[in-house]
């Protein structure tokens, strides 16, 4: 049997093999690249040269279509030589992190590397190291020793796994391996997780789990939702699926420019923004819910951020009301009013004018309704509108040249030079071309603000809207805050999703036409209105959607929630997956978050130990502030890089801010910021969801500040921040969800 040493001499030289090899074709590939440059440029001038005057010569034409033909040609071997070297250049130092040894039915064992790219030799063929993305490789992900199989493009190809491995390879050199039935082992896991946070995501390609796999791979269904708790690493695999989609759908021309992104809010779109350049592909497009206002309304009307919804929410004495009346706004009741709204602004608000030419009629008005209302296609109002605009003008260009003759006879009959003539009948067909503009401005342009505001205006039009649907109790309420509310420059963002819904329906706007996969990240956030909005904007695109129930800040949400997700989209084909284990916070933080979640799902903490959380009263706010400093200030000189003290409100990060801001270096976090500071951050909990620190101190935690059931959400989000140390402190009797700690 062969010894530990030989085998470790036997990987030793394959990896120096494959370094070799790699060193090799990067010296190759910066050669090729530097003449394909010159040729490249040579190419271009020549072209330039040939081009001008070949401009009006006919003749010359198909001469100068072959010089952009070889421009093309070159031109791609140019990018495709610089894409492998900066790849390979990337991969050299760790080249592979994993093997297993595969023996397919009837063949003989072969063993697959698993690593970050494909390294192939182009003369042979012969595959190196297999792209973790690749097919055969989802077996070193979700196959233990034994028999396995791995669907290929020609079907499913079956066999045994006769070993399993994993690397730590550092600057090209093997510091150990080691063997295993699973997967993934702990020993690594442990290893990657203990490591301190950054501003921005790692990867976790090397540790995948068999049952982030499954969701990372899947290429079955229109609608995937991945229900997760926290630390189960729900972005991160949205992140990879991307990858493995940009990959695997290549030879279907998906590319980044294909894909959207749905944030929470621009910090954390630039925090997950490194993930896809560290697996070698480039960023897809990222947009938040208020960019999506902004690109479809531009500066005319202006939306209030989330996060400024949540702080003053958060703040308010009237929490519930608000929540009530976001929660309206957003739900399928509303829905229904505002479509209903649509229909019937479509057949009773729009009023159509006759279309008059120099006194002469030339489109009655019931004949424009009439031709409007009969929409066998479905066409949207907007577009509708529009088509009879261009139709009514076409006929009045031909109208004009005969008026314009007309006015010239006229004129001449009259006596007077030709030029004046001319430029009289010019001046009065533009007076009655501006007529008949006028008119038809009347009626063609729809103000969706000015009949979103009409909704809450007209009461006696909303209970006529509203009939039949079970309206809350406050409604008269909502409807007198909101017409008040409605009259400011700035609408508040619950309103904002209601008029964008409103406008998209009317005008039938096709924002991001080419997006073909839609990935919407903390998903619990969003109401059943913004999945309408994602379905109107969208059109035809597949999505997955993460999120977790128990991280809900405004709602009691309930997994019933996605259901109605998949009501609203319609997929031709869905799945809803759970990841119930949590793999960033140690053991200790995860059992002590565990009681905040009840209600909302099990979560399974991973077995890595480390410090238990502290739970600590102080006697006034002047210690609390000193003690949160001196906490911070300690976890830096123990090594740890990131820390946040959450506070819960933005309100109560500036009251901490200016106190410890004295004492120490600090960075505080609001929603203008779009990058994550290493160091110490001050915050408030909603600016801290899908974001990770080293340690986590939580700020006043006491039974006046965290009371309510949803304060229950806040605190959770609060301490599953932490990846190794967890603090808490607070100045009076502690929130009743810690009672049972003191």
């Known amino acids: 049997?062969?010894?530990?040493?030989?085998?470790?001499?036997?990987?030793?030289?394959?990896?120096?093999?494959?370094?070799?090899?790699?060193?090799?074709?990067?010296?190759?590939?910066?050669?090729?690249?530097?003449?394909?440059?010159?040729?490249?440029?040579?190419?271009?001038?020549?072209?330039?040269?040939?081009?001008?005057?070949?401009?009006?010569?006919?003749?010359?034409?198909?001469?100068?279509?072959?010089?952009?033909?070889?421009?093309?040609?070159?031109?791609?071997?140019?990018?495709?030589?610089?894409?492998?070297?900066?790849?390979?250049?990337?991969?050299?130092?760790?080249?592979?992190?994993?093997?297993?040894?595969?023996?397919?039915?009837?063949?003989?064992?072969?063993?697959?590397?698993?690593?970050?790219?494909?390294?192939?030799k182009d003369d042979t063929y012969e595959v190196m190291v297999y792209d973790w993305r690749a097919s055969i490789a989802s077996v070193f992900y979700r196959s233990e020793l034994g028999m396995a199989s791995y669907t290929a493009p020609n079907g499913e190809i079956k066999g045994e796994v006769l070993l399993k491995r994993q690397y730590e390879i550092d600057k090209r050199k093997l510091k150990y391996f080691f063997d295993s039935s699973v997967a993934i082992t702990d020993e690594i896991l442990q290893q990657a997780l203990g490591q301190n946070a950054s501003s921005h995501m790692k990867n976790i390609v090397e540790t995948i789990q068999k049952e982030q796999d499954q969701i990372i791979r899947d290429k079955d269904n229109d609608l995937l939702i991945v229900q997760g708790v926290a630390g189960s690493g729900k972005t991160s695999i949205a992140m990879h699926r991307i990858a493995f989609l940009l990959y695997d759908r290549m030879s279907e021309g998906l590319s980044h420019n294909n894909i959207m992104i749905i944030s929470p809010n621009n910090l954390f779109a630039e925090y997950i923004s490194n993930v896809l350049p560290a697996l070698g592909e480039q960023n897809v497009l990222q947009t938040t819910v208020e960019n999506i206002f902004e690109a479809c309304f531009g500066h005319s009307v202006r939306i209030r951020q989330r996060n400024s919804q949540l702080e003053y929410m958060i703040i308010s004495k009237y929490r519930e009301a608000i929540r009530r009346t976001i929660a309206f706004k957003g739900s399928t009741v509303f829905i229904e009013v505002l479509d209903r709204l649509v229909t019937h602004f479509e057949k009773h608000l729009i009023q159509f004018q006759d279309i008059i030419y120099d006194g002469e009629v030339i489109s009655k008005k019931e004949e424009l309704k009439k031709e409007f209302l009969d929409n066998s296609i479905q066409m949207p109002i907007g577009k509708r509108l529009n088509r009879m605009e261009r139709i009514i003008l076409k006929k009045l260009n031909t109208l004009e040249r005969i008026k314009q003759k007309e006015i010239q006879k006229e004129l001449q009959k009259q006596g007077g030079y030709e030029y004046e003539e001319e430029q009289e009948a010019r001046n009065r067909v533009r007076e009655y071309r501006q007529q008949v503009s006028d008119t038809l401005r009347s009626f063609i342009k729809v103000d969706a603000v000015g009949l979103y505001r009409r909704l809450f205006a007209d009461k006696a039009l909303?209970?006529?809207?509203?009939?039949?649907?079970?309206?809350?109790?406050?409604?008269?309420?909502?409807?007198?805050?909101?017409?008040?509310?409605?009259?400011?420059?700035?609408?508040?963002?619950?309103?904002?999703?209601?008029?964008?819904?409103?406008?998209?329906?009317?005008?039938?706007?096709?924002l991001y036409p080419q997006i073909k996969q839609v990935l919407i990240d903390e998903a619990q956030d969003y109401y059943p209105l913004h999945y309408k909005v994602f379905t109107e904007i969208f059109k035809g695109a597949q999505y997955t959607v993460l999120g977790d129930i128990g991280q809900s800040i405004e709602k009691e949400a309930a997994e019933a929630f996605y259901d109605e997700v998949v009501r609203i989209v319609q997929p031709k084909k869905a799945l809803k997956l759970k990841l119930t284990k949590s793999y960033r916070s140690s053991y200790e933080i995860s059992m002590f978050s565990q009681r905040l979640r009840e209600g909302t799902g099990v979560q399974i903490a991973f077995e890595r130990h480390d410090e238990v959380p502290e739970l600590v009263q102080k006697s006034s706010v002047n210690e609390l502030n000193k003690w949160a400093a001196d906490k911070a200030h300690s976890y830096q000189e123990q090594g740890f890089g990131t820390t946040a003290i959450i506070c819960k409100s933005q309100k109560q990060v500036e009251e901490v801010y200016r106190e410890i801001s004295k004492r120490m270096e600090i960075h505080r976090v609001d929603q203008k910021d779009v990058t994550l500071q290493k160091g110490i951050n001050i915050m408030p909990v909603y600016m801290a969801k899908g974001l990770e620190y080293d340690t986590v101190i939580v700020y006043d935690v006491s039974a006046e500040n965290y009371y309510e059931p949803a304060d229950k959400q806040l605190l959770y989000i609060a301490c599953t921040r932490a990846l190794h140390r967890l603090a808490l402190g607070y100045v009076g009797d502690v929130s009743p969800y810690f009672a049972d700690e003191v």
């Open 1 to 120: 049997m062969i010894t530990y040493d030989e085998e470790l001499k036997l990987e030793q030289d394959y990896l120096k093999g494959v370094t070799d090899f790699l060193e090799q074709e990067i010296k190759t590939s910066e050669t090729h690249v530097g003449t394909q440059k010159k040729d490249l440029v040579a190419l271009r001038k020549e072209m330039f040269a040939e081009g001008i005057p070949a401009a009006d010569d006919y003749e010359r034409h198909i001469e100068l279509a072959q010089y952009q033909s070889m421009e093309h040609i070159e031109s791609s071997k140019y990018i495709y030589q610089q894409e492998k070297l900066q790849k390979y250049k990337k991969i050299i130092e760790k080249p592979y992190f994993g093997r297993f040894d595969f023996k397919e039915q009837g063949e003989d064992k072969e063993p697959i590397y698993v690593g970050y790219q494909n390294v192939m």
């Open 462 to 510: 909303f209970k006529q809207l509203a009939k039949g649907l079970e309206l809350p109790k406050d409604i008269e309420s909502i409807l007198f805050h909101t017409h008040k509310v409605l009259k400011g420059e700035t609408l508040p963002y619950e309103d904002g999703i209601a008029l964008l819904y409103l406008k998209l329906k009317i005008e039938g706007e096709s």
